[in-house]
């Protein structure tokens, strides 16, 4: 069932990465550059310092949550240390019907849960230029114990490869050059 409505007339890209592959620089500076959105996850967790209700996250009880997944009001959803987050359809769909391009920035599990639930997404699988460079920049980050550094490292391999063999994504961007890397993310979003 397609949970976005045919007649939208905005964009729904869908931006996925490893954790280091810069998704996050690349989806800023597309929303700063075009004017696109960013969709508002919901959560079950409590919320952090400043964080606000419809802003940050859409804050909700277990229960909420769960309503919203037997009626089929979600994307995607999944469970990460006990607490739910997820795409709520609706606030998607609004933003698609005033002709905005709405952009889903998500791990590729999520992603695929889209792809699955609606036609009208599009995919862009952002890589790394090595796994040596991804090493680099995620001990550069300064967040993680090497211990930590490798699990990231052995599931960028898998999101990479089960992105890749899912054949769900449009375009793959490898931001080697971060310029370069935005110029084509510009590119793809505006084109069709």
Do not use: C, H
Not at 43 to 62: A, H, V
Request: charged share 25%; no cysteine.
């Amino acid at each position: 069932m397609d949970k976005i409505s045919n007649s939208q007339t905005g964009k729904l890209l869908v931006i996925s990465g490893p954790s280091g592959s810069g998704k996050g620089t690349l989806t800023r500076a597309l929303i700063e550059r075009t004017g696109a959105v960013l969709s508002i996850s919901a959560t079950t967790r409590q919320p952090g310092p400043g964080e606000i209700n419809g802003k940050d996250y859409y804050f909700l009880t277990k229960a909420e949550f769960e309503a919203k997944i037997a009626a089929g009001e979600l994307l995607e959803y999944a469970v990460v240390f006990d607490n739910y987050y997820g795409t709520p359809a609706g606030p998607v769909n609004d933003m698609l019907q005033a002709g905005k391009t709405v952009v889903l920035e998500i791990d590729v599990q999520g992603a695929l849960q889209v792809f699955e639930n609606t036609q009208a997404a599009r995919g862009v699988l952002i890589l790394p230029p090595s796994d040596q460079e991804l090493r680099r920049r995620l001990i550069s980050r300064g967040r993680d114990e090497s211990r930590v550094i490798e699990k990231r490292l052995e599931k960028a391999r898998w999101e990479i490869e089960t992105a890749r063999n899912s054949g769900k994504y449009a375009i793959e961007i490898v931001n080697d050059d971060l310029e370069t890397a935005i110029s084509e993310l510009l590119a793809f979003a505006d084109a069709g």
